[in-house]
């Protein structure tokens, strides 16, 4: 059984930036593809990044391209999101999640608890 905790949200004005981080605990984190999906109130959860089990490839939502940036650290077990630029339409909560296959698909094996992001106008 995998846990993951995220951290790092908050409020933030339009164009300021914020780091999320993950942290994995109870399995072996480098066998797991990771990746950060959120949820908008009224909305359904949307795919935002996903990181390979190296850490060498990522995927982004078109939404995100170019503000985010996800990485990992497999020796400290954590996963970190870096959101630059931010817009309120980014406002949601965020979530975590682990995947033994592809994560990409929205039925991760695992999923955090969430962490509320907010940008003001």
């Known amino acids: 059984q995998v846990q993951l905790v995220e951290s790092g949200g908050g409020l933030v004005q339009a164009g300021g930036s914020l780091r999320l981080s993950c942290a994995a605990s109870?399995?072996?984190?480098?066998?797991?593809?990771m990746g950060w999906f959120r949820q908008a109130p009224g909305k359904e959860r949307e795919f935002v990044a996903a990181?390979?089990?190296?850490?060498?490839?990522?995927y982004y939502a078109d939404s995100v391209k170019g503000r985010f940036a996800a990485s990992r650290d497999n020796a400290k077990n954590t996963v970190d999101l870096q959101m630059n630029s931010l817009k309120p339409e980014d406002t949601a909560v965020y979530y975590c999640?682990?995947?033994?296959?592809?994560?990409?698909?929205?039925?991760?094996?695992?999923w955090g608890q969430g962490t509320q992001v907010t940008v003001s106008s």
């Open positions: 999640a682990a995947d033994r296959s592809t994560v990409r698909a929205g039925t991760p094996d695992y």
């Open positions: 109870g399995g072996t984190f480098s066998s797991y593809a």
């Open positions: 990181i390979s089990r190296s850490g060498g490839t990522t």
